[in-house]
């Protein structure tokens, strides 16, 4: 350590002598006995000052060639692996190996000291700004809110001036950016002055853009000629696409296009498919049923002010139900989803296929929407003080209550259920609902995190938005613990209330708490008798 310090001492007082040449050979031998002493901090800092050595004299090649022929010490302080890493980026970047530069930059800035060493962070900064300009990216505005990098990297213009490592750099972007401007102003005008072109691109001088166009012209990125003498650019692209049929036929192709999309559509609706005759109703049965409906819907809305029966347990008898399960297989034939059974005029405890497989659900048909439920309860029968694995799978009956489980409501809402309502009964025998346009829950890597809902659409005065505690927060069951009450104490929030659900610090709401429990509080002011929570497609 003692003697890496020497060293660094030593090249600086021949770095503020400007004789740095001098030194090379004493460090390319003292870096030598050091790689045989096994001395890795000494190694480390006279590889850092080689390098710094030749950066200096812009050796690029000559530092990439020992940088190759050199292995940096593993164990070596962070300090000299943010040097190393840095160094290593700038000759990257002068390669014009622009990808690996970043990745070295930012390590550097990885490495080094977090409340110390501002100076070097900033250049890193910079450089590492550069770098990702030069790759067309633009760099995150947060780094120009760093306290410690806000007036640095604020008049960002100033990197242009020659005292900054990072000129060249900046010099190849405008240039870039010129050369596209050259390129664009060509394929604009057939004939331009060269002092327009200067305006244009903000040169100094008609004779800067007579010089830049001639190169453009020279290296191929446009067809044009300059008149020197009246001081203009002629354009060989002159071709007007307009004055061509190309115009017309592409027209012509997509009118065709549209057309045979309105006559394969008009045949479809006249000579319907065989299989479909199969399924139509007698326009005497369909209007028979529409009846049944209309006159179900009317004693719905004369029992509650909200459309929903004041009997508990009865928010699903407006339909009929599946007569019974030995004919699930002639039934489910062609319904995979509850959108179907609604069309059969079938509600409750039905089979769908979900992920692959038969799963019985429990679809909650109306006369105007068709629901899929997944969560139900209104008796307290069925304890939902459960495992991950129980809430993961589901438990409980679709015909009574249940939970239908995480990873098919994750597959529900992968297929387009994004549209949640939420029913509460309250011991008054009063019907409370709120809905939200964008429910989505994550899948088992994501510990099926609630990753939105939504502003509400439409909800009861009483209801608030309490749910939106729980946006962006993991589901948690007692046995496994993902919500975020750290402080001041690390509480299992579902442990406590022995129920699973997205709590964030034990959240403003549960709707799997435990039945006694959320008789007495439930996050919307209210004591609860029933809670449905169903989707269905916007």
């Not at 072109?197 to 044009?224: F, H, N, T």
Request: hydrophobic residues 35%; negative net charge; aromatic residues 12%.
């Amino acid at each position: 350590m003692l003697a890496a310090k020497c060293y660094f001492y030593y090249s600086r007082a021949y770095e503020l002598t400007q004789q740095l040449d001098k030194i090379r050979t004493f460090l390319h031998a003292r870096l030598r006995t050091s790689t045989l002493r096994s001395d890795f901090e000494g190694q480390a800092m006279l590889l850092n000052l080689l390098l710094r050595n030749y950066l200096n004299f812009n050796l690029f090649e000559q530092a990439d060639k020992l940088v190759s022929k050199s292995t940096f010490p593993e164990s070596a302080s962070n300090n000299e692996w943010a040097r190393f890493l840095y160094y290593m980026g700038r000759i990257k970047a002068a390669q014009l190996e622009y990808s690996e530069a970043q990745k070295y930059l930012q390590q550097a800035l990885r490495k080094a000291p977090q409340h110390s060493a501002v100076g070097f962070k900033q250049i890193v900064q910079k450089l590492c700004i550069t770098v990702e300009l030069l790759m067309g990216d633009i760099p995150d505005r947060h780094l120009f809110r760093q306290p410690s990098m806000r007036k640095t990297l604020a008049p960002y213009f100033q990197l242009t001036q020659a005292g900054e490592d990072t000129y060249t750099l900046i010099i190849r972007l405008r240039h870039n950016v010129i050369k596209t401007g050259i390129r664009m102003i060509n394929l604009s005008y057939s004939r331009i002055s060269l002092t327009d072109i200067a305006q244009k691109l903000m040169l100094d001088s008609p004779e800067d853009a007579e010089y830049i166009v001639a190169k453009a012209i020279r290296d191929g990125v446009i067809e044009a000629n300059i008149d020197h003498e009246k001081g203009f650019v002629q354009s060989r692209e002159t071709s007007d696409v307009y004055t061509t049929r190309e115009p017309m036929a592409a027209f012509h192709s997509r009118i065709t296009f549209c057309l045979d999309i309105h006559n394969h559509s008009i045949k479809a609706m006249r000579f319907p498919p065989k299989s479909y005759n199969k399924d139509l109703e007698s326009a005497e049965e369909r209007r028979e049923r529409e009846q049944q409906e209309l006159e179900s819907a009317k004693e719905i809305a004369d029992e509650d002010f909200d459309g929903f029966p004041s009997e508990p347990g009865l928010f699903y008898k407006n339909f009929r139900t599946i007569p019974d399960h030995a004919c699930a297989d002639e039934f489910n034939k062609n319904c995979p989803d509850c959108e179907c059974w609604k069309t059969k005029g079938l509600s409750g405890a039905l089979p769908i296929y979900l992920n692959g497989q038969l799963k019985e659900v429990n679809c909650g048909n109306s006369s105007t929407y068709s629901w899929t439920v997944f969560q139900r309860r209104f008796d307290g029968n069925e304890s939902f003080d459960r495992t991950w694995l129980e809430y993961e799978e589901g438990f409980g009956s679709a015909a009574g209550e249940f939970w239908l489980g995480n990873r098919y409501i994750n597959s529900l809402t992968m297929l387009g259920y994004t549209y949640l309502r939420i029913e509460i009964m309250t011991f008054g025998n009063g019907v409370r609902f709120i809905e939200y346009p964008n429910f989505e829950i994550g899948d088992s890597t994501e510990n099926y995190l609630l990753r939105s809902i939504g502003t509400p659409t439409a909800k009861s005065e009483v209801m608030e938005n309490t749910l939106a505690e729980s946006v962006l927060v993991a589901f948690s069951t007692p046995d496994k613990d993902n919500d975020n009450n750290n402080a001041p104490k690390d509480e299992n929030c579902a442990l406590t209330f022995k129920s699973g659900w997205w709590f964030n610090k034990c959240a403003d709401v549960n709707l799997n708490g435990e039945y006694s429990l959320i008789k007495d509080y439930y996050g919307w002011g209210l004591s609860v008798k029933e809670t449905t929570m169903k989707i269905r497609k916007p």
